[in-house]
């Protein structure tokens, strides 16, 4: 049977994870399913929570680091563990902290055939985002249009973490991106675009957390309009050359 992975990076949310496990663990997908939480040192015992779960479900994996090294660098971590399971065709990612609804993951799965990255999308017909102020709407829509625009990628969404991957494309991510933070998102778009990869936006709903605290920081929007801005020109100077 084909396996499916979901990775799901993690930093003190003790809160969610459990829930979050046993809601994906319900799903009753047609695929074998493996969970990968990747943790970055949590002081509130989330990966303890999870490696407890596993004596429940059997089919987690938690991968323990040693600080607080960045979301890019933990989906990557998460992938390449993913493709050590000889069957596993796809990879879903999502956040820990049901800004993403697990229960999304069957009908993005379903939407992955003969697609190589199914991204979840705030911004097409159908979809939403529920609790957020006129501000963070504000800095999370003209960030994507500045993608969008910079990149030229026909896309509407590119920084939200809820994707299916299949198997080739996840084997080409992990070779070709290096990063550890939030640019992640977008660099792993441009290495399916640029490598002729079929992308798919589909709707989702988007739920501010309800518990814990969000890890974004205005530092972390400044960083990550600095990285953008880098990589359009890393674009514009390989095209010259």
């Known amino acids: 049977m084909s396996v499916v992975c979901a990775v799901i990076p993690t930093y ?27 943790d970055d040192n949590s002081s509130d015992g989330t990966a303890d929570i999870a490696e407890n779960l596993n004596k429940l479900y059997g089919n987690i994996t938690v991968i323990k680091r040693n ?33 993403h609804d697990p229960k999304d993951i069957p009908r993005l799965l379903k939407k992955s055939e003969n ?3 199914v991204q979840g999308s705030r911004y097409v017909n159908g979809g939403k985002i529920i609790g957020w102020n006129f501000y963070r709407r504000v800095i999370s829509f003209c960030g994507n249009m500045l993608c969008r625009i910079l990149f030229r990628t026909g896309m509407k969404e590119h920084t939200t973490y809820f994707r299916v991957y299949s198997r080739r494309l996840a084997e080409k991510i992990v ?35 309800k518990r814990g605290e969000s890890k974004l920081k205005i530092g972390d929007i400044i960083k990550w309009n600095i990285e953008i ?13």
């Not at 809160?15 to 496990?21: A, P």
């Not at 971590?77 to 000889?86: R, T, V």
């Not at 359009?232 to 095209?239: R, V």
Request: aromatic share 8%.
């Open 229 to 241: 801005s880098k990589i359009f020109m890393k674009g514009i100077l390989k095209n010259k050359n």
């Open 175 to 209: 070779k070709e991106v290096n990063t550890n933070g939030f640019e992640f998102a977008i660099l792993s778009i441009l290495c399916a675009k640029d490598g002729g990869f079929k992308i798919k936006e589909v709707p989702i709903k988007f739920v501010n957390r």
């Open 67 to 99: 600080g607080k090294l960045g979301i890019g660098s933990a989906v990557i971590e998460g992938m390449k563990k993913a493709l050590n399971f000889k069957d596993c065709q796809y990879i879903v990612t999502l956040d820990a902290d049901f800004s």
């Open 12 to 38: 003190n949310e003790a809160d969610n994870i459990e829930i979050l496990i046993k809601e994906i663990n319900n799903l009753n997908l047609d695929l074998e399913l493996k969970i990968i939480i990747v």
């Open 115 to 117: 697609i190589d990255l």
